[in-house]
């Protein structure tokens, strides 16, 4: 059964500073997913990442994607107040089922 | 605008009260999924269909069913909610093998 794990589960940090959330995972894959949810909302896809060594970086948000190690990051540069969200990662298991499997998310808080 | 849509979007029910949670897409996508939404849990796949008349079950598919009689819509249906079956519930449609998009989803409480 694949296991998708993120820490932390909260984050709490100031304006400013920089973060990372990771994302590992326990079986083979080659694609990897990072959205965002506000609260009371749907889920707001950031990044698609397609394969190994892949880096996507969009505005301060910059995700990267190792296979080998199973691994995914989420860095946070410089952290904004509009940052404040929930993440979530998922591990595309398109052959059995078409299904997402979610880490259980990392709620970020981003103090003024 | 291409969209997933579900209805509706919050529902207060009771214990063994037949309901349906509707999910349509205008993409032409062959493959649909019901996901619910629980703290600390992420969302977890219930259901899914590959195309019309093809379903299968998810991770968590226990008290659910689902249809898929037409190529843009797929029914979530639950016979006899119970409790914990509390839980924000998300729909998404693909292209085969291609990004997932969500609808909006629905808030169910079951009292």
């Known amino acids: 059964e694949l296991k998708v794990e993120q820490n932390p589960l909260f984050l709490s940090m100031q304006e400013g500073k920089n973060y990372t959330i990771y994302c590992n995972y326990s079986t083979t894959s080659d694609r990897l997913y990072w959205y965002r949810q506000d609260p009371g909302k749907s889920l707001e896809s950031l990044f698609v990442?397609?394969?190994?060594?892949a880096v996507k970086q969009e505005g301060r948000l910059m995700a990267s994607l190792d296979t080998k190690a199973r691994l995914s990051t989420l860095h946070i540069t410089a952290a904004v107040h509009d940052l404040s969200a929930t993440y979530f990662c998922a591990v595309d298991m398109r052959y059995y089922g078409n299904k997402l499997v979610f880490g259980a998310g990392t709620i970020l808080r981003v103090k003024s | 605008e291409a969209q997933v849509t579900q209805n509706p979007r919050y529902l207060i029910t009771v214990t063994g009260k037949k309901l349906t949670v509707t999910c349509s897409q205008n993409m032409n996508h062959e493959y649909m999924s019901w996901y619910r939404q629980d703290p600390g849990l992420g969302l977890r796949q219930i259901y899914y269909?590959?195309?019309?008349?093809?379903?299968d079950k998810g991770d968590v598919p226990e008290g659910y069913k689902v249809s898929r009689k037409e190529k843009r819509n797929f029914p979530l249906i639950l016979e006899s909610p119970s409790p914990n079956q509390t839980s924000l519930y998300f729909c998404?449609?693909?292209?085969?093998?291609?990004?997932?998009?969500f609808g909006p989803g629905t808030r169910l409480t079951v009292l």
């Open positions: 998404a449609s693909s292209l085969g093998g291609r990004e997932q998009f």
């Open positions: 990442l397609l394969s190994n060594g």
């Open positions: 269909s590959m195309n019309v008349e093809v379903t």
